[in-house]
């Protein structure tokens, strides 16, 4: 059984083109979740989502930012016109349920914004 | 609004030493406690803690929640490098965003 697969591992790009990164839950995992970590900060919760449903995006910036799990394939975080500033590291994780079960993190993808 | 802090933020020791990590919560509607370890990559999963002074225990790693101080600790006896890292605890609430909410993080260091 694999385990939270993201990708890409590292992201480069250029300041105002779009970031696309990805994400597989574990098998059997309908419930994902995206957070960030800064330089020397904790994770920050982003957006929870499950199948075709976005649960709770309070973490999420209102602006050029967006998610989605589709029914079919892999989550996608989406980041457009990227700045300096969304240069981190972004975390997903998958659980089985959102109730009383731990929640298994990916690799991380690490974007940097050149 | 939501806060979990942890102290030290950091932490060096020398190979054999018993350790102690602090993290204190107002979590809304407080349903449990995680504790991860996060090296280079991933953070892994240690512990869940629901209920108060229930030890839970994995070789030299332990944990303790009290949900009436609003803290939880992680203990890690006879320390070896492999241990160095950086430890995060987490919260959850009762509502159904089913999301964490993490404190800073200790940077633990063992030195050989």
């Known amino acids: 059984n694999a385990g939270v697969m993201q990708n890409p591992r590292h992201l480069v790009r250029r300041r105002g083109q779009e970031a696309r990164l990805r994400c597989s839950p574990m098998?059997?995992?309908?419930?994902v979740y995206w957070y960030r970590q800064l330089p020397e900060e904790g994770l920050k919760f982003m957006v929870y989502l499950q199948k075709e449903n976005i649960i709770d995006e309070s973490g999420m910036p209102k602006e050029r930012f967006s998610a989605e799990f589709p029914k079919e394939g892999p989550s996608i975080l989406r980041i457009q016109q990227v700045v300096r500033g969304d240069s981190a590291a972004y975390f997903c994780?998958?659980?089985?349920?959102?109730?009383?079960?731990?929640?298994?993190f990916g690799q991380g993808t690490r974007l940097t914004v050149v | 609004e939501d806060k979990v802090v942890q102290s030290p933020l950091s932490l060096v020791v020398h190979e054999g030493d018993t350790v102690t990590l602090n993290c204190s919560y107002e979590v809304t509607n407080f349903r449990s406690l995680l504790w991860y370890k996060q090296e280079k990559k991933a953070p892994t999963f240690l512990f869940m803690l629901t209920s108060s002074g229930i030890e839970k225990k994995s070789g030299r790693l332990s944990s303790i929640l009290d949900k009436k101080e609003l803290f939880s600790i992680l203990n890690i006896t006879a320390t070896q490098t492999g241990d160095s890292a950086i430890y995060l605890c987490?919260?959850?609430?009762?509502?159904?965003?089913?999301?964490?909410?993490f404190g800073q993080g200790t940077t633990l260091q063992v030195k050989p």
């Open positions: 994780a998958s659980s089985l349920t959102d109730l009383n079960t731990e929640a298994f």
């Open positions: 098998k059997g995992h309908s419930h």
């Open positions: 987490a919260g959850t609430r009762s509502s159904n965003t089913g999301k964490l909410i």
